[in-house]
């Protein structure tokens, strides 16, 4: 099979948001801290009528019917999240109920979880599959997202929810570059989950920064010597990308990790040293001494170098990515891929377009990796131009219904109080479901939970 990579995608998020703005003052915070400090506009969430998997079978049904897939074409079926609602049984499991009403359940597949990379693992592993001699020649999808919601105080404004369903083949209109990949893992405490009583993750906010750009230097310089490895009369840098998709914890963190790719390029073409012809130089020589050192990270001085450098080339490659992870906010394992599915809802064609891909989980696992666009002559998906025309999020964005932050705070204390409850029935009503959708029942006394579409 050619060509293998991202047919048809689609998200379900939640039909409420509330407003950064609004938050801001709530809070008592400073104006301007999660708009313009973190780079928010609105965040996504949900009361107790919507779980992770009322979320995940809403976006499977919805890229289903808009593509009119038969529930027979998919051969593998993965979900990323690190929602937990079950130790054992798997989300996937859930989803199952979708495709044994059409008769198939030969579906290979499970949950794959570490914080915000699991969709990324799942893609992986699809594409994989897809090139290797158990694939039969069916359809791949992967179903990523979260429910991203931290306890009150300077973490809350920076979650969110939503659920990004991708359908995975080859002859695709994006396709995943073959062969270049820059991988970084370690062993680190910094956003965990620990209690499973609660939602509410455990982090240590300024470490998972540091981890976050650790993680970007590391697999920038793996990704460039495979790059290189594959091509080797090219040099890679920033130059030979023409998109740029981060996992977006808030809007300034990306903002700030783009510009530090192009110091990532000037201290690995040599920094100030004579054979480096930098376009830069000039601009980052004096943080020469500090490279790509702990000092560098959160170097408010170097910050504000890289975000002058790179201004323009961040309006032209990376805001187009941005319009869901500033509208929904940090939908965890679904960030970079709705940031992806952004791209794809802002832009013409990306035929001949390289798009690079950022994708990082705490504790941590991190990669780079990279699409190319292609033009095929595949009648059922055409293009990344009708993969956003049929997501249709810009409208669907402000068709929402806005919540105030009382209300917006009454709502996550459901989902907090009654996490886990025996013989419950969620406390919110179902007014802000949408008619079709899936919704949470109850849960009953052996906690098996109960789903009913609206
Ligand atoms: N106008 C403009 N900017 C402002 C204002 C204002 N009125 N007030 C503050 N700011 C700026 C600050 O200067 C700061 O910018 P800087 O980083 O460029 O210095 C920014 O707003 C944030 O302010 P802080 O005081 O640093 O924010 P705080 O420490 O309260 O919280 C944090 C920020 C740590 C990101 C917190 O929201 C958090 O813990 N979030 C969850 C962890 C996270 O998202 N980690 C990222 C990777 S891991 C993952 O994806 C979960």
């Keep these: 099979p050619q060509n293998i990579g991202i047919l048809a995608m ?29 780079g928010q506009t609105n965040m996504a969430f949900c009361g107790d009528r919507e779980d992770i998997v009322s979320m995940s079978m809403n976006s499977v049904q919805s890229l289903m019917k808009k593509y ?37 359940t030969s579906i290979e597949g499970v949950d794959t979880y570490n914080a915000c990379y699991g969709g ?57 570059e073959p062969g270049i990949r820059g991988v970084h893992m370690e062993n680190v405490y910094d956003f965990y989950k620990p209690d499973g009583k609660s939602e509410y993750p455990y982090v240590d906010g300024k470490l998972s920064i540091d981890c976050y750009l650790r993680a970007l230097d590391r697999c920038y310089a793996n990704y460039k010597a495979a790059f290189e490895r594959l091509n080797q009369d090219q040099n890679f840098s920033m130059d030979l990308v023409d998109y740029c998709v981060m996992h977006s914890p808030y809007g300034r963190l990306v903002q700030k990790s783009f510009g530090r790719l192009f ?31 702990k000092e560098s990270y959160g170097n408010a001085k170097l910050d504000q170098v890289g975000l002058k450098v790179t201004d323009e080339h961040y309006k032209n490659k990376v805001i187009p990515s ?43 696992a991190a990669t780079f990796f990279s699409f190319k666009g292609v033009s095929t002559n595949n009648p059922m998906f055409p293009s990344t131009e009708n993969i956003g025309k049929q997501s249709n999020i810009n409208q669907r964005l402000t068709n929402r219904i806005k919540i105030s932050p009382p209300e917006f705070t009454t709502l996550l204390s459901y989902r907090e109080e009654n996490c886990s409850k025996l013989s419950y029935t969620p406390m919110d009503s179902t007014l802000n479901i949408a008619i079709g959708n899936y919704y949470l029942e109850r849960v009953d006394d052996k906690l098996i939970r109960h789903y009913k579409i609206k």
């Design 68 to 104: 009119n897939i038969p529930y027979s074409m998919i051969g593998r079926l993965e979900v990323g999240t690190e929602t937990i609602i079950d130790k054992s049984k798997s989300i996937k499991t859930h989803l199952m109920t979708l495709f044994q009403e059409h008769g198939n």
């Design 10 to 38: 689609d998200i379900y998020f939640p039909e409420t948001y509330v407003a950064q703005t609004e938050l801001e003052s709530f809070d008592g915070v400073s104006a301007g801290k999660y708009t313009i400090g973190l």
């Design 263 to 293: 110091y990532n390029d000037y201290i690995l073409s040599g920094g100030n040293s004579d054979e480096s012809s930098h376009k830069y130089k000039d601009h980052f020589q004096e943080f020469n001494q500090i490279g790509l050192g």
């Design 120 to 176: 990324t693992n799942a893609l992986f592993n699809s594409v994989q599959w897809i090139e290797s001699s158990y694939w039969d020649g069916r359809f791949a999808m992967v179903v990523t997202g979260d429910i991203a919601v931290y306890a009150k105080g300077p973490a809350r404004p920076t979650g969110g929810a939503g659920v990004v369903a991708m359908l995975i083949g080859p002859n695709a209109p994006l396709v995943m």
């Design 322 to 364: 941005m319009t869901l992870s500033k509208e929904l906010g940090n939908c965890y394992a679904g960030s970079v891929y709705g940031g992806i599915l952004s791209l794809l809802s802002n832009v013409n064609s990306l035929v001949g377009k390289r798009v690079l891909v950022f994708s990082y989980g705490s504790g941590l």
